[in-house]
Every structure is written in C-alpha cells, then in structure tokens.
C-alpha cells in the first residue's frame, strides 16, 4: 500500500486527515504503508508583517472579522481535532511561511518515509498544539532534532533557502498534474485520490477499492 500525502503543517484538517488516515490503516492491519508527505504550500503569499503573529489575528484580517468571532470560527475545528486527540490551540497559532518545513521535510523523505513521517508530526504539533513560532532554522531544527534527526544538518538546510527547494517544486508540480486543489488530498495505490479529512471509514473504503476489493470482500 502506498498513500501520497499532499498537506501542509498550518492546515487543521491536514492534521485530522492524518490521523483519520492513520486509524483506517489500523482498522485494516496495514502496517507496512509506504506514506509518503508530499509538498503543498497553502499560502505562497504571506506577508513579512504577518509572520509571527497569532493566526486568529491574520484569519480576522483576512475575512474583515472580529478576533473574537475568528476564534469563535476555529472552536468547531478545534472540537473535531479533540475528538482524534488533537488539542489545537489556534490563538497561540503563529502565521509562519511554510516553504522552509516543505524543504526541511522533504530532506528528511531523503533518509526515509519514517522519519518523514515523524518530522511532519513535529512540526504540527509545534504550529498547532504548543504555540511555537516557526518561522526560523533554530524552530525547524529542534522539531527535527525530537523527530530523531540531526539537529546541525537540520539547521543547515533550513538556513539555504535553496536546499531542497527542487524537490518541494517538483511536489507542486506533481500535485497540479493530479488537479489537486485543495488539501489534504490523499492517492492510494496510485489509483484512487480522496480529498478532505473524511471519516475513517472513508479511507477504508478507499483503500480496499485502491487495492481491487470492495466492501462487500
């Protein structure tokens, strides 16, 4: 089983779809699943005003809110990452341009999967649960140094801009051949895409169908 995870570390259901994702394999016993965290950046367009600040302040902004109706708005989101054991804190969110975790995981995908996979949980978990502002090597390299990996070659990929910078690109590219619009969007198999944090029995289903079975199998 392969699954391709197009995501990126600032979207809530990224992090839902990923343990929606997660309990479907479990619920089949697969536990050998090639996952590979594709590269989606979700907004190329942050403005250097914007970094750092609470992510609730930049959603008022943007849709010409109040904060306190903002917040009110990720209460439902964060309600349904309560209930996979996510404990998102959106007012201690910070707004951060995410190119530089794409980078940083993608060479992290170039030890393993696994580490991949570690690193990704990382790094949502800083931007969603603990309030850690991203933006910045050292952020990066200490959620690379608890995922297990180095921390001083994690460093210095996230300081050159241009490290890995291909290999995100090639992500983007490949997720606009697939018509990918919005995230998370998983394929299994290479053969059946699921957009969305669906239920777990969603993936299930999509998963039997990627590998010739059906429900009634």
């Given at each position: ?28 016993g697969i536990s050998d699943a090639e996952i590979r965290f594709r590269s ?79 690193l990704k949980e990382e790094l949502m978990r800083d931007y969603f649960c ?88």
């Amino acid at each position: 089983m392969t699954v391709d995870v197009f995501s990126d570390i600032t979207c809530p259901f990224c992090y839902i779809g990923k343990r929606h994702l997660e309990g479907a394999l479990a619920e089949l016993g697969i536990s050998d699943a090639e996952i590979r965290f594709r590269s989606f950046v979700l907004d190329p367009t942050v403005a250097d005003s914007d970094l750092g600040t609470p992510s609730t302040v930049n959603l008022a902004a943007k849709k010409g809110m109040s904060v306190a109706d903002a917040e009110r708005m990720t209460q439902a989101v964060a309600y349904r990452a309560s209930q996979v054991g996510i404990q998102m804190e959106f007012t201690k969110a910070k707004v951060v341009r995410t190119r530089d975790a794409h980078r940083l995981l993608q060479w992290a995908r170039a030890q393993s999967l696994e580490a991949a996979a570690r690193l990704k949980e990382e790094l949502m978990r800083d931007y969603f649960c603990e309030g850690v502002n991203l933006n910045g090597a050292d952020a990066l390299a200490d959620a690379a140094a608890r995922a297990g990996l180095d921390r001083e070659a994690a460093h210095a990929v996230a300081s050159d801009p241009t490290a890995f910078n291909s290999e995100v690109e090639s992500d983007v590219a490949y997720a606009q051949k697939l018509n990918v619009r919005g995230v998370p969007f998983f394929v299994f198999n290479n053969r059946i895409g699921l957009s969305g944090a669906q239920p777990v029995a969603t993936f299930a289903a999509a998963m039997r169908e990627s590998m010739g079975e059906t429900s009634g199998e």
